[in-house]
């Protein structure tokens, strides 16, 4: 495999301020200290390769310089300093409407799209049908696209880039402007583009789609490059430092706790095993959830759910339903060791009247992370996957 980007200590700057006389004046007598000072780093120093057909992912929180990066791959912007190197053409979709002319139709803007490509009308004209059937906007496609909303655009934009064939694809965040068919649509598109043998960098917040498509991921913090590796242990990395652990959470009276329609939680904790100050992949641990019942007689249960810092549902378990007076209800729910994955998750709770009737739903209650203590015995690399049970699983020579 042959390198197909390269950034070499690439940075970008943008001067704060007003450009006006005291910028001027700093040129003009050489005053590099304050003119520094009125820099702002987008991007500092940030270095990688990127092979032929490898999918990079690219995470950080808001302000990190992922859109920064990519307008200087996608040469939207100029480095202040360092280089980009780029072997192929180059498709980008970086936000809504890019490489679009509102006053041109959608069809005109396929074509015009293909152009900037480089790839001759020949070529565009096999792909229109597939590109307009993806999109969804066939009724709409000889309409200027200054009439189009949102979802509309980046629904053309994206088939566009996507069956164009280049030989690089540059995502950002866009995606998040569809519906939740579309951007199934879309993640399985890329998936396809990945196994064409393309290149492509996504860049997102929604990490079970990183961790899906991207074998490897790239962190940027305030600028700079911190970590890149294997998107599972990047991004478990990223959230466990993003994340407060907490123990849990506690009011005082029901007047100031969360809660509706009589219902107001008290509490919600981790239970540890005794001499135990954290979870690990191997430990046993409750859920203890304390709630004020003031609604008088009524049948009430209470549901937990497990999940990942990426959204994704580990389990959802409930109680026994019972009639309940007025009065403090307990529920604990045990879980067991060797069932979890190391990572960091998120426990919501739900009050249920009548085994059926959600009453108040909690988010967040608590935040922790699964640690990972491994033996001598075990696997050293990266270990995959939402679980991690304990099986019976033995090895042994056969004669």
């Not at 069809?107 to 790839?119: K, T, W």
């Not at 068919?181 to 860049?203: D, N, P, S, Y």
């Not at 954290?278 to 959830?289: H, L, M, N, R, S």
Request: aromatic share 10%; with cysteine; hydrophobic share 40%.
């Amino acid at each position: 495999m042959s390198v197909v980007i390269k950034v070499d200590n690439l940075s970008k700057s943008y001067r704060l301020g007003a450009f006006g006389k005291s910028s001027f004046m700093n040129d003009l007598f050489g005053n590099k200290r304050e003119s520094e000072e009125n820099l702002f780093w987008a991007l500092r120093d940030v270095s990688f390769d990127v092979m032929d057909g490898e999918v990079l992912g690219i995470i950080g929180k808001n302000g990190a310089g992922k859109s920064t990066l990519l307008k200087l791959l996608s040469r939207i912007t100029s480095p202040s300093s360092g280089s980009v190197k780029i072997k192929g053409r180059v498709a980008s979709l970086l936000e809504v409407g890019t490489g679009f002319h509102p006053e041109l139709t959608g069809r005109e803007n396929v074509f015009l799209n293909g152009a900037i490509l480089g790839m001759r009308r020949s070529e565009i004209a096999s792909k229109f049908d597939e590109i307009v059937a993806f999109s969804g906007v066939e009724k709409f496609i000889d309409t200027p696209v200054k009439r189009y909303s949102s979802g509309m655009y980046v629904r053309l934009a994206f088939a566009v880039a996507a069956h164009l064939e280049p030989e690089v694809l540059i995502i950002d965040e866009v995606l998040a402007v569809g519906d939740a068919e579309f951007q199934k649509k879309c993640l399985g598109k890329m998936g396809e583009v990945a196994k064409g043998g393309r290149t492509v960098l996504f860049v997102s917040h929604n990490m079970q789609a990183v961790q899906s498509l991207c074998k490897e991921t790239i962190l940027l913090e305030s600028g700079t490059m911190t970590e890149k590796g294997s998107s599972h242990m990047v991004i478990s990395n990223y959230l466990s430092r993003t994340t407060k652990e907490v123990s849990g959470q506690y009011w005082d009276s029901p007047e100031e706790a969360p809660g509706a329609e009589g219902v107001n939680f008290k509490s919600v904790d981790l239970i540890l095993p005794q001499g135990a100050d954290f979870v690990d992949v191997t430990t046993p641990f409750g859920i203890k959830v304390n709630f004020w019942n003031q609604g008088g007689n009524r049948r009430l249960n209470l549901v937990v759910r497990l999940y990942t810092m990426a959204g994704e549902c580990i389990f959802n378990t409930v109680s026994e339903c019972h009639e309940f007076e007025n009065g403090e209800i307990e529920g604990v729910c045990k879980v067991p060791g060797d069932l979890l994955n190391y990572g960091v998750y998120s426990i919501m709770v739900l009050i249920v009247k009548d085994t059926s009737r959600e009453l108040y739903e909690l988010h967040d209650a608590i935040q922790f992370e699964v640690h990972d203590k491994r033996s001598n015995q075990s696997w050293f690399g990266d270990w995959p996957g939402l679980v991690r049970p304990k099986m019976e699983f033995g090895l042994k020579k056969i004669n």
